[in-house]
């Protein structure tokens, strides 16, 4: 069965360092996301990508973050000058079209000293 | 907000007996989504129930929805030891392409 694949499965960092978390979504699937969740607490929506722009980010998702689609298969979230309380799991998610099902990777653990 | 959420928090019962979960929501949705994460891991997709639909099955799963009410449940029948995880549901809003939020989950222990 088809799977959204994470890349690294966990990363240390010093604070301060530009993270780069990898994703591949399922194929011909048309609407990604990334989704965060710090140690013990909820999950939370940062981004939501169609048609090669962000189509909606939340609050969290500052000039801190970016994400691109480098080519028809990577989808990446960059995390510049990081901080520790970036801490936290993240989730990359496909869909197939609006109001369908979203699929979920296994998560990158990012760990900021 | 479209904010799920889950309760109760916490619900521990022995293994055999059915373990039922709620959320609520605050505004009109397309759709309701459960997931299930066991600990430190991935969101596993369980099960989809449109707006239009009231109450759907999947294998040892049961959910409802009541657009009324805004709430629906989740039960797990005959529950399992590896039923052991956080349950969270998750909406979305009316946009097309509209992003799903989730609520805080309820964590199940299932009791050997």
């Known amino acids: 069965e088809p799977e959204v694949t994470q890349t690294p499965s966990h990363q240390v960092t010093q604070m301060g360092q530009e993270v780069i978390l990898r994703c591949v979504p399922i194929s011909n699937h048309l609407y990604f996301y990334w989704y965060r969740q710090i140690l013990g607490q909820k999950v939370e929506f940062l981004v939501s990508?169609?048609?090669?722009?962000?189509?909606?980010k939340s609050e969290i998702f500052d000039d801190q973050f970016s994400v691109e689609r480098p080519d028809g298969s990577n989808f990446t979230l960059k995390i510049r000058s990081t901080k520790l309380e970036d801490s936290a799991m993240y989730f990359c998610?496909?869909?197939?079209?609006?109001?369908?099902?979203?699929?979920f990777g296994e998560g990158s653990w990012l760990t900021v000293v | 907000s479209q904010q799920g959420e889950e309760d109760p928090q916490a619900l521990s019962i022995q293994e055999g007996e059915n373990a039922t979960m709620n959320c609520s929501y605050k505004t009109s949705i397309n759709n309701l989504q459960w997931y299930r994460q066991n600990s430190g891991r991935g969101l596993v997709h369980l099960i989809l129930?449109?707006?239009?639909?009231r109450e759907k099955h999947s294998g040892r799963l049961r959910v409802t929805l009541d657009t009324s009410k805004k709430s629906s449940s989740l039960l797990i029948t005959a529950s399992r030891a590896a039923d052991t995880a956080s349950y969270f549901c998750?909406?979305?809003?009316?946009?097309?392409?509209?992003?799903?939020?989730f609520g805080k989950g309820t964590r199940l222990h299932i009791l050997p």
């Open positions: 990508f169609y048609n090669n722009e962000i189509s909606e």
């Open positions: 129930i449109r707006s239009n639909e």
């Open positions: 998750a909406t979305d809003g009316l946009n097309r392409d509209d992003k799903i939020i």
């Open positions: 998610a496909s869909n197939p079209r609006s109001g369908n099902t979203i699929y």
